[in-house]
């Protein structure tokens, strides 16, 4: 069996599970969220635990097992504590603001971009050089922030850009007479 898959998912107090056939509905203290899983994975909802069954060791059945609870677990999640993804805004000039619900981005462009936040999504700008996109869905979350770094990627030469926190960005060296060798 799949290791992940056969782990149950905890279902902590405050958090109501519901199945009706394929689809499950997460409801808890920071929102609902529902999802159509695959017709031919069961889910069973213990004590406090939640279960999720396969019918047969196929292949496809194996990688929709772990799938499929690697989901629930993500929804369960996210109606308790949500998901926050940071991001970091690195060049001269560069910075982010909130307006009302939307996110204004100056990065190098002759004109602001303006991020407009999908519902269920929240942007936080704690410092105009840091983001937190902040929702319950942790694909909703997770995409948003993925459409934000893809506004100005990290240049590899000068490592300007919008970047994911802790992000690394490997430099080039640039043309060889940059890298300090001499001229004969």
């Known amino acids: 069996m799949s290791r992940i898959g056969r782990a149950p998912v905890a279902v902590p107090k405050g958090v109501d599970v519901k199945v009706a056939g394929a689809r499950v509905s997460v409801k808890g203290p920071k929102g609902n969220l529902d999802r159509d899983f695959h017709p031919d994975m069961t889910f069973e909802v213990d004590n406090g635990s939640v279960v999720v069954r396969r019918p047969t060791d196929l292949r ?8 499929s609870r690697a989901l629930l677990a993500n929804m369960v999640k996210g109606v308790t504590s949500g998901f926050t993804i940071d ?19 100056q990065v190098g462009y002759s004109h602001p971009v303006e991020v407009k936040a999908p519902a269920g999504i929240s942007f ?6 840091r983001v937190s996109v902040v929702g ?5 979350v997770g995409q948003m922030a993925a459409k934000i770094r893809a506004i100005r990627e990290p240049n590899p030469y000068k490592g300007k850009g919008i ?22």
């Open 87 to 105: 991001l970091e805004l690195h060049g001269t000039g560069y910075r982010a603001q909130k307006q009302g619900t939307n996110l204004v981005l």
């Open 163 to 184: 970047r994911y926190a802790g992000e690394v960005v490997k430099l080039k060296a640039g043309k060889a007479g940059r890298t300090g060798g001499a001229k004969k």
């Open 136 to 140: 319950i869905d942790r694909e909703a």
């Open 124 to 129: 936080e700008v704690p410092q105009p050089n």
């Open 60 to 67: 496809h059945h194996r990688a929709l097992h772990g799938l």
